[in-house]
């Protein structure tokens, strides 16, 4: 069993900054991609950053204000936000693309963390 658990989110004022962490725990034998998602009020979940062993890639929404960073010992994601503005409202899940102790790939996921930008 594999479980993602995402922490950090809450409210901020614009121009503000919050730092979201993801950590992945249970039968995992290697993670390829860890990432964070999210999900506006009333539409579709999209990618907001995603890291290899070896290089990251970003939104154009996001770019040059969120870095996102691993641990692989830890199994842990982090997304560091900057400059936060009310579009980044939304449900921020955590991914991970790994391998099982048991040989099966998983695509999984976290339970969501809430971040809302407001004055």
């Known amino acids: 069993q594999v479980q993602l658990v995402e922490s950090g989110g809450g409210l901020v004022q614009p121009g503000g900054s919050l730092r979201l962490s993801c950590v992945a725990s249970g039968s995992i034998l290697s993670i390829y991609t860890m990432g964070w998602y999210r999900q506006p009020p009333g539409k579709q979940r999209e990618l907001v950053a995603a890291?290899?062993?070896?290089?990251?890639n970003y939104a154009d929404s996001v770019k040059g204000r969120f870095t996102i960073s691993r641990d692989n010992g830890m199994k842990t994601v982090y997304l560091q936000m900057n400059a936060l503005n009310p579009g980044d409202t939304a449900v921020y899940y955590c991914?991970?693309?790994?391998?099982?102790?048991?040989?099966?790939?998983?695509?999984?996921w976290g339970q969501g963390t809430q971040v809302t930008v407001s004055s």
């Open positions: 890291i290899t062993r070896g290089s990251a």
């Open positions: 991914n991970a693309d790994l391998l099982t102790i048991r040989g099966s790939r998983l695509d999984s």
